[in-house]
């Protein structure tokens, strides 16, 4: 740790900044979109989903924590049928969220639900990786990781397919992918991964 007493001396403006926090419009719409947490609401789901594609990443984490206080009954068959590909992938997560348990958590004797865990893959798997975005691929990545935490491994044939959508990619454009497409195969078995993963090293 450390103590600094920093000292100015010149002749700029030393005149103390005016902290008040702006509203912008995002910021009143965020929190419009907060009144919903914490509590169900027969509206919320209706009144949140098209924030879910927001270019805002704060105001879509805000949409999609309202999707995860609603019964994942009353909006799951909305969320596979999703097009928009930033708004499926939220509320993808949201359902991951809602009806997947961490394993830390996880009551003994509690049973995973193999169906989602397989429509889940399922769905992904349906998804063009090369018509995302940088962000969307990250959090399509971030997404099967989670899927996997919560629900554990799928069947053989799904982690091929799985394996077979990502190896393509890896090594990828940015240091963020690399990371998470590295942890991701490997956690998989994915056969190339170490030799990609070491040539990235070599030559870093």
């Known amino acids: 740790s450390g103590l600094y007493r920093v000292s100015y001396t010149g002749s700029g403006d030393t005149a103390p900044v005016d902290r008040t926090p702006v509203v912008t419009a995002e910021r009143a719409l965020r929190h419009q979109i907060e009144s919903f947490h914490g509590r169900q609401d027969p509206k919320a789901v209706d009144s949140v ?22 019964p994942a009954a009353e909006w799951e068959a909305k969320a596979f049928s999703e097009t928009d ?16 348990i961490c394993p830390t958590h996880r009551p003994a004797g509690a049973v995973v ?13 349906r998804m063009d990786w090369a018509a995302l975005s940088q962000e969307q691929r990250l959090n399509f ?6 899927v996997l935490h919560r629900f554990g491994n799928p069947d053989d044939a799904t982690v091929a397919a799985v394996i077979a959508k990502l190896d393509p ?5 940015s240091f963020e992918l690399n990371w998470l497409l590295c942890e991701t195969l490997s956690y998989l ?3 190339n991964t170490a030799a990609k993963g070491m040539a990235l090293i070599a030559a870093a």
């Open 169 to 173: 990619a890896f090594p990828g454009n």
């Open 49 to 70: 989903w098209p924030h879910l594609g927001s270019s805002d990443r704060f105001i879509r984490s805000a949409a999609r924590v309202v999707l995860e206080h609603q």
């Open 113 to 125: 639900d193999t169906a989602m865990r397989d429509r889940l893959f399922a769905a992904l798997l």
């Open 141 to 146: 990545v971030r997404l099967v990781e989670i």
């Open 85 to 100: 590909s930033t708004r499926k992938l939220e509320a993808l997560l949201a359902l991951t969220k809602s009806t997947g």
């Open 189 to 191: 078995q994915a056969p």
